[in-house]
């Protein structure tokens, strides 16, 4: 395949050895990146489920892999002062020597945000503002020796991160989300890459295409990486793959979806790749020849059987 393909790791209902062993996996198998969310809890089934924070497992994951990638997908903007989080995604590319993808989003779960005193600011520009702010306070951390910023959510006076991130200028910012009006803009000014799931390749060349209308001209689109978050269940035959996602359906999604966070699986559910390797491969070209030059397959078996291996037969 033309595109990279990382996996998301089994973040949720899993202790970290779990989360460390398929991140290695991963690597030994030849994926390009493994990928963390930033969840307080399971944002699939029971909230209560474990639920490893992102940046502190990520640090972990540096010192546990030696060239995959590695990053967030995505941190929420909310969660942390942009201060902190360059000085936090500095040090885990350092940690990494180079390896960090740092993915940011405008936040979406609110029952998350209400449970642990965040606030949840609506409309959803409010958020995405604070978003388009952040990465401007991110970039000018990295790449200035000392940085003012008087925005209309964040000030600093003459401060600094120290030491650098090794990548140069800086870490890639990826862009979460699908908004047309907001996210996709910011995204053609500011991203390194874009990410999003939940559609098919048609619903993709449509984000794509005004992705491209937001860009200031055709070198600036090439310059960004268009990212798809997919599901993936894999098996040796058909069949046993639709099983999978069957089992995993009745585990978790219920018949009528009521909750935000129920609509979003049931839209991965319903984009999920099934079938075998091959039929994978097949899947993932025609999100290829719609313009997707990277993957994030999110495998909830991987860590019970050898679909990270199967899958990479294939798609690596």
Sequence with gaps: ????VGVILPQY?????????AATAAERHGYDGVWLEDHFQSWIGDPERDA???????SALAEATERIRIGSLVTCQAYRHPS???????????ASD???????????????????????????????????????????????ETYTHHGEHFDLDGAFCRPKPVQEPHPPVWIGGGG??????????????????????????????????????????????????????????????????????????????????EFFLAGYLNTALVGTPDNVRGQLERYENVGIESFMLSIPDAPDDDSLALLAETVV
């Design 180 to 261: 047309e009006q907001f996210t996709l803009r910011y995204a053609a000014e500011l991203a390194d890459g874009w990410n999003y799931g939940t559609l098919d390749p048609e619903g993709f060349a449509e984000k794509l295409a005004v992705l491209r209308d937001h860009c200031e001209d055709d070198e600036r689109y090439r310059d960004i990486t268009k990212s798809a978050e997919l599901f993936a269940f894999v098996a040796d035959d058909r069949e046993a793959a639709e099983r999978k996602r069957e089992r995993f359906a009745d585990q978790y999604l219920p018949e009528e979806p009521s909750e935000p966070w």
């Design 98 to 144: 180079g390896r960090l993808d740092l993915g940011l989003g405008a936040g979406w779960y609110e029952a998350e945000f209400n449970r642990f005193g965040y606030e949840f600011r609506e409309p959803p520009a409010e958020r995405i503002e604070r978003l388009r702010e952040t990465v401007e306070v991110l970039r000018g951390l990295w790449t200035n």
């Design 1 to 4: 395949m033309r595109a990279d």
């Design 84 to 94: 902190l989080l360059a000085k936090m995604a500095a040090s885990v590319d350092r």
């Design 52 to 58: 490893y924070e992102c940046w502190t497992t990520l």
């Design 13 to 21: 209902g899993h202790d970290y050895d779990a989360i460390r062993d």
